[in-house]
């Protein structure tokens, strides 16, 4: 027998199986339509079709908005529509922070988790709340402002309203796609063909990526039609080709639901084979390097092929970097513990969107950290509504060399937790955005962790005085290089000057929609002279800003890349054309609102500068 005959018949058996269940899958959903096209030659009841809007918005992981308004907020998503079918910038839709990849070359731009599955793209999310649980038939979702965002629509098991929570929380795909561009930012219906589910559902989840957008996506309203009663199959879908057998679904069936997820973490029973063939010549090294290209179920089902491959699999070194955020609707206290023996050296842990509903408790995160939390060195943890003060305790003290925490949207930990941060003093990057950090927990963090060099404070709403907070960070943080002051609203020139004089390496400043802030004050150009690095500056909404601080800019910061001032009224032409000629790396200029640049200068300026992308957003 050839050597490498054991090998190709495991793979071969593997890929066997794989076929088989696909057959399996068609083979038994032809006979439930055949039976159900059947039963339906008596008479059966009329199921009334519900329509309904959303009653609540339960969750989000960003919006454009403020805290403690309703403009630009995802608030916006529940009730009727506030301006369908009206098309444009309008204040009273549901915005999320991003759009573009220009985030993606900003200073503060984090480098990428690999491993990602190529079918998970989302960026953010929002969680819908209905009056009554029903059998999805169509989602409708009424764009008004550049559509195209939404690339993933979930239902959930969990009644939000329910007295009783269930056991058992599922999360089901009804539609799913890749990004895409919509010609044109004009308001659209967007009514995608959903799948049938087999449990009603009062909890919709959307999921966006606004990369392929040339401005923010406005979202004015969902729509939730459904029946009481679980509609029968129709006729349409008695023929099942196995070619149109869809991936996701057959994902969750053999391999990806949550209890076959952790079944595949803690397999241990394999088969004997007499060889492995070639593998056993193969270098440790280089299966390892094959393997590394592989996602997480992937490894978890090559596991259970033989046991060099589950040797491989299982090797700590797999899981230097792991993102267990694609995974997030799946992830539970069992699969961090079958996780452990796996994650001992690992690095780089991002646990976004995980563990809500009760999916991850306090002591199911404690326990993983204290077994792999020692070589820690970035911790992702956006919108992980289950932490509290113990969790954070128990970073501290089990992540002795942690550098990067993100607790962005976090905002169920109480204020007094955050200081325990206080103790990473190798923390170079903190996120904090929407968080309910309050001033004195903040002022220790800046005192002990002065490495900071990335720091987001957007939408802090407990900080009392931002002046103080600026104070410290001149003092301390000498190696900041961004941070994030997005909706601050007490900071003043002179918190500003304390700022530019003390952090003269900072290359990212977000000062939108910071009203206390006024050009006469000379606080922006204070800080064109002495933040010469300056790459991205965000002045967003802030009417004052005037021709003498574009000018002031065009002559100190000529490495910047980004800039926004939408909304001022005191900008001429003439001044954007010195900062286009200064400035010969400028990508983004946001002049949106701008009541001196109409759209006959942005053609002009788009015609002489073709290298910059020029924004002029309108409401109509």
């Known amino acids: 027998m050839s050597p490498v005959f054991p090998m190709l018949t495991v793979l071969s058996m593997f890929y066997y199986m794989c076929l088989r269940r696909r057959a399996r899958t068609a083979t038994r959903g032809e006979m439930n339509s055949r039976r159900a096209i059947e039963s339906n030659t008596r008479a059966l009841p009329i199921n009334v079709e519900i329509v309904q809007y959303a009653k609540e918005v339960l969750d989000f992981s960003s919006h454009y908005g403020s805290e403690n308004s309703m403009s630009y907020t995802m608030w916006n998503l529940a009730g009727i529509p506030n301006v369908y079918p009206s098309s444009g910038d309008f204040t009273q839709t549901a915005v999320f922070r991003t759009y573009g990849t220009w985030w993606d070359h900003c200073p503060s731009a984090r480098l990428p988790f690999q491993r990602t599955p190529p079918t998970f793209c989302s960026q953010d999310y929002v969680e819908l709340a209905f009056e009554e649980p029903v059998y999805p038939t169509a989602v409708q979702i009424l764009e008004t402002y550049h559509p195209g965002a939404v690339v993933r629509i979930l239902a959930c098991s969990a009644n939000p309203y329910s007295q009783n929570p269930p056991a058992e929380v599922r999360w089901e795909i009804l539609w799913s796609e890749a990004p895409t561009?919509?010609?044109?930012?004009?308001?659209?219906?967007?009514t995608p063909c959903i799948k049938q589910i087999n449990f009603p559902t009062n909890l919709i989840r959307l999921e966006v990526n606004s990369s392929l957008l040339d401005y923010y996506t406005e979202l004015d309203a969902v729509v939730l039609h459904g029946v009481k009663e679980r509609p029968v199959l129709s006729l349409k879908t008695a023929m099942i080709d196995m070619n149109d057998i869809d991936e996701d679904e057959d994902e969750e069936k053999y391999g990806c639901g949550m209890d076959t997820l952790n079944k595949q973490f803690s397999i241990v029973t394999l088969r004997e084979w007499p060889t492995n063939g070639y593998f056993d010549k193969l270098p440790y090294e280089l299966i390892q390097l094959i393997l590394s290209h592989l996602t997480v179920p992937d490894l978890c089902r090559l596991a259970q092929t033989c046991k060099l491959l589950y040797q491989h699999c299982c090797d700590p070194l797999q899981y230097i970097h792991l993102s267990l955020q694609p995974y997030w609707a799946r992830i539970n206290d069992t699969s961090l513990e079958y996780l452990q023996s796996r994650c001992t050296l690992i690095q780089w842990l991002n646990l976004s969107w995980t563990g809500n509903r009760g999916a991850i408790s306090v002591s199911g995160f404690s326990r993983f950290l204290k077994v792999c939390g020692s070589e820690l060195v970035r911790l992702e943890l956006s919108c992980g509504h289950f932490l509290n003060e113990t969790c954070l305790e128990v970073i501290t003290e089990m992540c002795p060399n942690l550098q990067e925490l993100n607790l962005s949207s976090c905002d169920k930990i109480p204020p007094q937790a955050f200081n325990h941060i206080a103790k990473l003093g190798n923390l170079?990057?903190?996120?904090?955005y929407r968080t309910k950090v309050e001033q004195t927990a903040l002022l220790s963090i800046l005192n002990f962790c002065s490495e900071l060099q990335h720091l987001s404070l957007g939408s802090c709403v407990m900080i009392e005085d931002y002046d103080l907070i600026a104070s410290m960070m001149g003092a301390k943080c000498k190696k900041l290089r961004s941070l994030d002051l997005w909706r601050c609203k007490n900071i003043t020139e002179s918190g500003i000057a304390e700022l530019a004089s003390g952090c003269q390496l900072l290359e990212e400043l977000d000062?939108?929609?910071?009203?206390?802030?006024?050009?006469?004050?000379?606080?922006?150009?204070?800080?064109?002279?002495?933040?010469?690095?300056l790459q991205k500056l965000f002045l967003t909404a802030n009417r004052s800003v005037c021709d003498t601080d574009i000018e002031e800019l065009a002559a100190n910061c000529t490495h910047l890349r980004q800039l926004d001032i939408l909304g001022t009224r005191?900008?001429?032409?003439a001044s954007l054309r010195k900062l286009l000629e200064s400035c010969k790396d400028l990508s983004l200029l946001d002049v949106s609102f701008c009541s001196q640049i109409d759209n006959r200068v942005v053609l002009e300026l788009n015609a002489n500068f073709p290298n910059v992308f020029i924004k002029k957003s309108f409401t109509q």
């Not at 170079?428 to 904090?432: N, S, V």
């Not at 009203?515 to 004050?521: D, E, F, K, V, W």
């Not at 005191?570 to 032409?573: A, G, T």
């Open 570 to 573: 005191m900008v001429s032409p």
């Open 428 to 432: 170079k990057r903190l996120i904090l």
């Open 511 to 533: 000062l939108g929609w910071c009203p206390t802030l006024q050009s006469s004050t000379g606080c922006f150009t204070n800080l064109a002279r002495k933040l010469p690095n």
């Open 181 to 190: 561009k919509v010609n044109g930012p004009q308001a659209r219906q967007f």
